[in-house]
């Protein structure tokens, strides 16, 4: 039973550019959340999708978009990259809405911005 | 806003000895979580506590939650090589869904 799997696991771009992270969640889970880890600090918030639909957002600015599909798996987009995106960015996946539900995080994806 | 404190950022001791981190914040959390994080991976959870009071014990690991859940501890006994990684606490509060907040991690690093 293969947990969260985050692609690529490290990628590098620079100033401005744009980038797509993608998630495929553990299997039976159907809510995809996304955390971003900057060096030497604790996951912060991005998102969260649940029916394909954006049900959270953390204070983070337009420049990060998301999409989930049909299939649950789930994308993260970043737009006109800056510096400070450099981060590990992590996906969660749990199953359903309820809160007791335990999330199971990938590895997550290492971006480096030049 | 950091809703909540970790501490110590670091921590380096020896073998055997033992530890406590602290999570503290103003906020009520319906439920907190501890995890460890390893290089290169992601956070990889250890224990729920949900009750204000509650403690779980995980070998030598004991969690505690404040009695007014706005507070937590992970209570380390003689603490090993293998224990050595990111300990991470995060909240999740009430109308929130399933947002968790985190506090800023303890690097814990024994040697042996």
Redesign the interface.
Known sequence: DAGVTQSPTHLIKTRGQQVTLRCSPKSGHDTVSWYQQALGQGPQFIFQYYEEEERQRGNFPDRFSGHQFPNYSSELNVNALLLGDSALYLCASRRGQGIDQPQHFGDGTRLSIL | TQL?E?SPQFLSIQEGENLTVYCNSSSVF??L?W?RQEP??????LV?V?TGGEVKKLKRLTFQFGDARKDSSLHITAAQPGDTGLY?C?G?IYN??????????T?LSVKP
């Open positions: 909540l970790q319906s439920s979580q995890y290169g991976e992601g956070p990889v959870l729920t949900v991470l995060a999740l929130q869904g399933g947002k968790l907040i985190f506090g800023q991690g690097e």
